[in-house]
């Protein structure tokens, strides 16, 4: 937008808003911070609101409330305005005692509604069990859904894993330095059936370094060329419905993962796993 043909209000709403993008790292989060800024503001207009207080912030939750919004919206909405309030003050923008105000506006409540899939253990060994493991793509399929529920990273961690990510740390097999959302780095710890899965795969497909996860083409060919998210998607979801399971997606292994860790079964899950071929 050039600065030049705003008006002086619309100019500085521009400035403070690239101040608030500017401290975000994500591609995602400055995508909906900038849309949830977008509309705060549009709303300002049309409500003549005459400053940004607290009060103006309350009744810009009443409206988006009102207009039926999910309480998912609604909260990362205010969390971009109450991000604008800090960074506004930050910069002497506002005083900190009108953004500490703000800051204290409540989110909207609530209800834990529970989405996707969350598959039981059973399902979870039986999903694994799908993949013909006589074949070189059942074999990286069978290694595939072991990483994904095993140890419960997300899509595009598990096409971006490579052979150098597994080590031996403290006697425990570990992902190291994985990249994950938001260009954070961590290490996961991976149980030993998963990493058997993962040597089994590479073992046949004589992968020594780089991606873990390749094409394999309808000869049974391993190619050089990594996994894709989109791949991994439509892999689990075939998987899935052959188990019963439909619209199975990769995001729902990762909550199956923390189900069964939340409940204490994973240790006693990860021990029958191991014992089986």
């Not at 100019?11 to 403070?16: G, L, N, P, Q, T």
């Not at 975000?24 to 300002?44: I, K, M, N, T, V």
């Not at 419960?152 to 961690?157: D, F, N, V």
């Not at 497909?205 to 791949?231: D, H, L, S, W, Y």
């Amino acid at each position: 937008m050039n600065e030049a043909i705003l008006t002086p209000r619309a100019a500085a709403f521009e400035r403070i808003k690239a101040l608030v993008l500017d401290t975000l790292s994500s591609p995602e989060s400055r995508r909906a911070y900038g849309q949830a800024l977008d509309d705060f503001f549009r709303w300002c207009e049309t409500a003549t609101v005459g400053e940004f207080s607290k009060a103006a912030v309350n009744a810009y939750r009443a409206s988006l409330e009102a207009r039926r919004l999910s309480p998912s919206t609604v909260n990362q909405r205010l969390s971009a305005i109450r991000k604008l309030a800090v960074e506004a003050a930050d910069n002497g923008l506002m005083p900190p005692s009108v953004a500490a105000a703000i800051s204290r506006v409540k989110g909207a409540k609530r209800a834990g509604v529970r989405t996707g899939h969350w598959l039981t253990r059973e399902q979870a060994e039986s999903l694994i069990s799908a993949p013909n493991a006589a074949t070189n793509k059942g074999k990286r399929d069978r290694a595939l859904l072991a990483v994904l529920i095993g140890c419960g990273i997300r899509c595009r961690e598990t096409a971006a894993l490579t052979v150098e990510h597994s080590q031996l740390r403290d006697a425990r097999w570990v992902i190291v330095d994985l990249i994950g959302k938001g260009g954070r780095v961590r290490t996961v710890p991976m149980p030993s059936w998963t990493k058997n899965a993962i040597d089994s795969w590479i073992s046949i497909a004589e992968i020594i370094r780089g991606f873990v996860f390749r094409g394999v083409n309808k000869c049974g060919q391993v190619t050089g060329t990594c996994m894709t998210p989109r791949g991994i998607f439509e892999v689990v979801q075939r998987y899935g419905s052959e188990i019963g399971v439909s619209k199975l997606a990769p995001h729902d292994l990762r909550r199956t993962f923390a189900k069964l860790a939340h409940t204490g079964r994973s240790g006693h899950w990860s021990s029958s796993r191991s014992r089986q071929p």
